[in-house]
């Protein structure tokens, strides 16, 4: 029997057509939740409109003895993102906790990245994070309580070939997370960010054409969505009271803290500095503490535990 940790709440779950947001819905339900499933049911790339998605997640819901309700308007507009809210509160008369887990992607090197690839990802992702939390920022002032949890990803927090809309985009999303964590607390509202791993059809679009890419896919199929969830649902509900402004990560059964970002060193020169001098005394002190450029599979390596 699964913990009613979410009993008496609702959850909105942008994005929970498929894939982690699916899994999530799905766990915030048997958490006892009321579930608002938001999806657009669109393609990979963010083009395209379908109810089928959404509607399939209702249905493992509802079978699941369950209750959800499906609301298709996108994240990624001001006057749409309140309609999800809105759904919430015409259907259960209530939010306690947003999911801001919707997603696109459009990868390309950044020498050939368009405009219009950055906007759309921008727009779903950071946009959509804002715009859904913002529609739910005075209900959860008024009723003094609410969570939100947001999906960054290692490729903000690291960096990633091809990503640069979506390292952006999920990189500004820890911000947006940090800084309503401040502003809200005096609400007693909390929000923090999961950077979730899971075979779905985002990560499957990752080429796999060498033999070390394609053993490396065949790992990675191990993540299933379901296994973000747990976290999830935990830090939308009071078991994680005093948790707020984090960032973690989940990769299959492991859970990393990835919340510290302070500075290593300082040094001050009361004359003021030069760039002569920046290269003269301020950067040989901090060699050793720059951070190597990486991408986010060289700091996680590729086998999920
Ligand atoms: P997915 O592609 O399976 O699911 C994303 C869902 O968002 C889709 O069902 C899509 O229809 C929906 N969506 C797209 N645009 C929308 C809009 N404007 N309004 C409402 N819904 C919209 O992807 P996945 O892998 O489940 O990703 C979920 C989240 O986790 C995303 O935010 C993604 O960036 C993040 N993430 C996933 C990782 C992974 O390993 N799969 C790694 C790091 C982050």
């Known amino acids: ?40 049911g669109g393609g990979l790339n963010g083009e395209g409109r ?15 003895g ?39 992607l459009r990868d390309i090197i950044f020498h050939k990245m368009e405009p219009a690839d950055w906007d759309a990802v921008i727009g779903v992702h950071l946009n959509g994070s804002f715009y859904v939390s913002r529609a739910a920022a005075p209900h959860f002032r008024q009723q003094g309580s609410g969570a939100y949890v947001h999906m960054t990803s290692t490729s903000g927090l ?38 979730p791993n899971a075979w779905s059809r985002m990560i499957s679009s990752i080429p796999a054409t060498t033999e070390a ?24 509900s009071d078991l994680a009271r005093d948790v707020t402004g984090q960032i973690f990560v989940s990769r299959n059964n492991e859970i990393f803290l990835m919340s510290h970002n302070r500075p290593l060193r300082g040094i001050q020169r009361s004359e003021g500095w030069s760039p002569e001098l920046i290269a003269e005394h301020a950067l040989p ?9 990486e991408r986010s599979a060289d700091v996680f390596g590729w086998d999920p535990v």
Request: glycine share 10%; with cysteine; net charge neutral.
């Open 158 to 195: 690291i960096g990633n070939f091809g990503q640069a809309n979506y390292s952006a985009a999920k990189l500004g999303i820890v911000g947006l997370s940090k800084s309503i964590a401040l502003d809200m607390q005096r609400f007693g509202v909390r929000s923090n960010c999961i950077a």
């Open 66 to 104: 369950g209750e959800a309700e499906l609301c298709t308007d996108s994240v990624a507009e001001w006057g749409s993102a309140q309609k999800i809210v809105q759904a919430a509160l015409d259907h259960y008369g209530r939010v306690d906790a947003v999911v801001n887990n919707a997603g696109i």
């Open 1 to 40: 029997m699964p913990e009613r940790v979410m009993e008496e709440k609702v959850a909105v779950v942008t994005g929970a057509g498929g894939g982690i947001g699916r899994a999530i819905a799905q766990a915030m339900a048997a958490a006892g939740a009321r579930v608002i499933v938001n999806d657009v």
């Open 285 to 293: 002190a901090m060699r050793a503490n720059l951070q190597p450029l």
């Open 50 to 64: 379908s109810d089928t998605p959404g509607n399939e997640t209702i249905s493992l819901i509802r079978n699941a």
């Open 213 to 236: 890419e394609k053993e490396r896919v065949a790992r990675l199929q191990r993540m299933t969505p379901d296994k973000n969830a747990p976290l999830a649902v935990f830090l939308a």
